[in-house]
């Protein structure tokens, strides 16, 4: 079996190219998915596609629409949801994934810094993992998806 594992969130680092990167050197059977990541195509979207728009709600607001499409479809294939929230911005669009990944009753794995815990303390909750590291998500996946936990090395795992 393949997983699909949505990774959803800020796009500001590199956390999206660590997992890719863990995924591919633990040979792990993954297809990575997410929302659009270049910030100026991904708010100019929708105009770009279907007009101009005069008032700037209306332009942000055709954009989440068009945007939408995509993160709906994505998360609702989705085997796994991933959801970080990064340190310099407040993601409110990662926190109604996090949601809607959890209305889906999708397994979900939010990534923070512990110093968000407290505002981020209903999505942890909803959340199967709380994860700090795009390399703990990474050993996540691993043991998830073969059933290995590194440092047990007796060679068995869970049969599919």
């Given at each position: 079996m393949t997983w699909t594992i949505y990774l959803s969130g800020e796009i500001?680092?590199?956390?999206?190219?660590r997992i890719r990167e863990g995924v591919a050197a633990a040979g792990l059977p993954v297809n990575l998915t997410g929302p659009v990541t270049h910030h100026e195509a991904s708010d100019d979207?929708?105009?770009a596609i279907?007009?101009?728009?005069p008032d700037k709600f209306w332009h942000d607001h055709k954009g989440a629409q068009v945007n939408a499409i995509r993160t709906r479809t994505l998360i609702g294939k989705a085997d796994i949801v991933v959801v970080r929230f990064g340190e310099k911005y407040k993601q409110w669009n990662a926190a109604f994934d996090a949601g809607y990944a959890a209305a889906l009753g999708k397994p979900l794995i939010?990534?923070?810094?512990?110093?968000?815990a407290h505002a981020l303390k209903e999505v942890d909750a909803a959340a199967l993992a709380v994860a700090r590291t795009p390399?703990?998500?990474v050993e996540l996946l691993r043991y998830v998806v073969n059933g290995e936990l590194a440092g047990y090395t007796d060679g068995q795992t869970i049969a599919e």
């Open positions: 500001h680092t590199d956390w999206r190219d979207c929708g105009v279907l007009g101009a728009e939010v990534m923070h810094q512990a110093e968000h390399e703990q998500v």
